[in-house]
């Protein structure tokens, strides 16, 4: 299978009001796939989605924050949604967990609003990303060479701007998932 990933352990990072489209059919995939897939929040328990414009379904927690060890995993998803990467970017562990992929090389996929806690890195400068059109100005700010397509890959860093983009999104992600670490990736 092409896109097999039996080897590999992917961390989910989510915190409460992510976008639940952009959650469910990307770990679908990932799981479809093969990889072993882990959903770590700063919350315990569950974590609450946001589907269009209400609350939608209650997900699982595999392992807190606290406990998550980004060393342990093979790549990143953020999926996005307004409220989850602001709580995210505020939250110094999760920054700090979204900085080791960048320090090691191993690839991340980002979709909608989740590049905001890629910003608190400190490791886009330079990168060509997309994202939902309203944060692009933040991006920019950020060094990024922001560009308006379904899907930009970048060194291994996978971006997309909406649910509309989860097709192409989670094609993209299983083939930088399976490459694995990108040396020009590491850009810290």
């Not at 933040?138 to 397509?149: I, Q, R």
């Amino acid at each position: 299978m092409e896109n097999n990933l039996s080897e590999k352990k992917i961390a989910i990072l989510v915190s409460h009001g992510f976008e639940e489209s952009e959650f469910t059919q990307p770990k679908k995939a990932l799981e479809e796939a093969g990889a072993k897939v882990h959903v770590i929040s700063p919350e315990t328990g569950k974590v609450k989605a946001w589907s269009g414009k209400n609350w939608g379904g209650e997900y699982d927690v595999d392992m807190s924050l606290d406990q998550a060890k980004p060393e342990e995993y093979d790549g990143l998803l953020l999926p996005g949604g307004v409220m989850n990467p602001d709580h995210l970017r505020a939250n110094e562990k999760a920054v700090g967990f979204a900085r080791h992929f960048f320090e090691s090389g191993k690839p991340i996929a980002a979709i909608c609003h989740a590049p905001w806690l890629l910003i608190e890195t400190g490791a886009l400068q330079g990168r060509t990303m997309t994202s939902y059109k309203s944060i692009k100005t933040d991006l920019m700010n950020a060094g990024v060479n922001w560009v308006d397509k379904e899907v930009v890959v970048d060194q291994g860093l996978v971006t997309s701007r909406n649910p509309d983009d989860i097709p192409a999104f989670n094609r993209k992600m299983l083939e930088e998932f399976r490459e694995g670490v990108h040396e020009e990736q590491k850009t810290l």
